[in-house]
């Protein structure tokens, strides 16, 4: 026994909680902020068991490589006929327009534990994919605890335009930052909104990196992916974000995806867009319906 009665457990934790309502309402003065059941019992240590091996994000048709695209024949609009075992035609479909909600909630308790990783690009066809380590040991690697549950960094890659649309209104870029939990196989997915501003440190060189075509870039330099986050990205009080159930953006479209869209942005210059853009090549899947879902905002 380690000596502690549970109601100060309790106590503890009730204490945690009431704090981070509290930071809430300093830091979002003009918006309503309703208050839900949120995990706040966070592990101390990371057990090796509960990463199940190799992590994979399949987008063939039943072990078939099929050919698909962002327009024509090959479309959006014709996923689900390429395959039928796709969801691409399903009900909880991304991306989706947002329209910001006035209330904000406090539902989801989110930390993010990124590691340095080794720089390993790829040009799939699709976007640009930056890779990240998976070591042995996954507790050495890059992961987020979302209300209580480990979700591992696998990678993030690009889109331009953006997929999401605030209002409407697309943004120049769209940066996805895709998780996996091993036990359940659900993904958790964060999406950065790119502006236009001032030159980003991170894409200095993208024109020397990115594969123009199809093809990888690897370096012995190592870096953070949370350098492409915004500001207090990882701080409760200050992380905002919009969230929603859906799916992948890509085939095979599986709804399986928690969204957390940052409602904060980064920059990049004109003409570092203008790079990025010239290689993805409007990699967007246009907005689906929402349907019965709501977008919430923390």
């Known amino acids: ?3 502690k009665h ?14 981070i309502a509290f930071l809430f309402a300093c830091n979002g003065k003009d918006e309503a902020i309703e208050s839900e059941p949120i995990v706040t019992d966070i592990p101390e240590t990371y057990d090796i068991d509960d990463f199940t091996g190799e992590v994979t994000l399949r987008t063939d048709c039943e072990g ?11 479309g959006p609009d014709h996923w689900d006929d390429i395959c039928e075992t796709w969801d691409c035609d399903g009900n909880r479909q991304s991306p989706v327009n947002i329209v910001p909600p006035l209330n904000r909630t406090l539902s989801k308790l989110l930390r993010f534990f990124w590691k340095n990783t080794s720089t390993n690009i790829v040009n799939n066809g699709h976007t640009i994919q930056y890779n990240i380590d998976q070591p042995a040991d996954p507790n050495a690697g890059s992961f987020i605890w979302l209300n209580g549950q480990k979700y591992y960094l696998l990678q993030f890659h690009f889109h331009a335009a953006s997929e999401h649309t605030v209002n409407g209104e697309h943004y120049p870029v769209e940066i996805h930052f895709v998780h996996r939990n091993p036990t359940t196989g659900q993904l958790a997915v964060v999406g950065v909104l790119v502006e236009e501003g001032d ?14 075509d199809e093809g990888n870039y690897t370096n012995t330099s190592t870096y953070n992916p949370n350098v492409l986050m915004p500001a207090g990205y990882n701080n409760s009080s200050t992380a905002h974000f919009w969230w929603y159930d859906g799916s992948l953006t890509t085939p095979p479209c599986s709804e399986i995806v928690n969204w957390m869209v940052w409602s904060s942005t980064i920059e990049a210059s004109h003409e570092q867009l203008e790079e990025m853009e010239a290689i993805l090549h409007e990699n967007y899947r246009p907005v689906l319906p929402l349907g019965a879902r709501l977008v919430k905002a923390q």
Do not use: C, K, V
């Open 1 to 3: 026994m380690n000596g």
């Open 6 to 19: 549970p109601f100060f457990r309790l106590s503890a934790n009730l204490l945690f909680a009431t704090l």
């Open 64 to 74: 078939t490589n099929i050919h698909w695209e962002y327009e024509g024949i090959a």
């Open 199 to 212: 030159e980003n440190p991170f894409f200095e060189h993208i024109g020397d990196q990115w594969p123009h």
